[in-house]
């Protein structure tokens, strides 16, 4: 499947804001975890809106309990047999409770 994000929770993370309405924002649920692809951590000079962190700390407010993955450019996940494993040879992030974990490269 091209996009796991679809496979995940409900979209609720500020940076999937779509370009055009879908009927709903309904993922499949089939991943307990809230995907957030394209992550990056870098902030350009001059640069003074949120960055992408700030977003996952104010969501992680009002949503705790909620593991987020995020993934950066030219990585990817797998699943299978019930393995979800960060592949492509960058490190990934795993936000809980106001806190970030890095996913070592290639780690499940």
Known sequence: MRDLTL???PYELPNDMPI?????????NLLPVQLN???????????NGET???RLA????LNPATHIVAIVEATALQYCENTLSLIGGEQG???LNGK????AANAD
């Open 52 to 54: 992408r962190e700030q």
């Open 37 to 47: 692809p394209h992550y990056t951590d870098y902030n350009p000079p001059g640069h």
């Open 20 to 28: 055009v309405q879908p009927q709903s924002f309904n993922g499949l």
């Open 7 to 9: 496979l995940a929770r």
């Open 100 to 103: 970030k974990e890095i996913i």
């Open 93 to 95: 992030y795993l936000f």
């Open 58 to 61: 104010e969501f992680m407010v």
